[in-house]
């Protein structure tokens, strides 16, 4: 939980820190025992400064745009085993509540409570709390968590 911008997050003193650069130091390259594993990264920060709206439901866009200096290839290793679990899409805001906290991580708490003893999959549990926050609307904005990966194989939790 951080604050961040396209491709990265803030330390604790400021500096600007690439999700790249974080997860090198997981990579097979830079640590192989944990190669073959899955590397979950949950990250809890602002992509950008804009601010989804909320819309009325249309279908079949065919006209989108979408112009950045970043892409998947910034945002996601390019080896196999990662999961990043990012709040918002790219170029925009994630939002907390005051007394509640980060939407994100709520709707992920609960739906990982709520679904891991069931044996759900992590992209599945990931699809769920996709689905809850896109029904989260604050006034006139709103928030689409997006996760990156390039797992291997279904990730499901062991039940207690």
């Known amino acids: ?10 330390g604790t003193d400021g500096q600007r820190v690439a999700l790249r650069d974080l997860t090198f130091c997981f990579s097979r ?4 025992s944990l190669d073959g594993k ?12 804009q601010t989804q709206e909320c819309v009325p439901v249309e279908s079949d866009a065919c006209n989108a745009s979408h112009d950045t200096d970043v892409t998947n290839v910034d945002l996601i290793p390019g080896e196999p085993d ?3 679990g990012m709040a918002t899409v790219l170029d925009c805001l994630a939002f907390r509540d005051p007394n509640e906290g980060s939407w994100y991580i709520q709707s992920l708490c609960k739906e990982l409570s709520a679904n891991y003893q ?22 006139y904005k709103t928030q689409m968590p997006q996760p990156w990966t390039t797992l291997s194989k279904k990730l499901v939790f062991n039940q207690p």
């Open 118 to 139: 069931r044996g759900e999959d992590i992209q599945s549990i990931l699809t769920k709390v996709n689905k809850q926050l896109s029904k989260n609307c604050a006034p």
């Open 82 to 84: 990662f999961l990043l």
């Open 29 to 32: 390259s830079s640590c192989c």
């Open 1 to 10: 939980m951080s604050h961040g911008n396209k491709g990265l997050v803030y």
């Open 38 to 49: 899955p590397k979950l990264f949950f990250i809890q920060a602002c992509q950008g400064q």
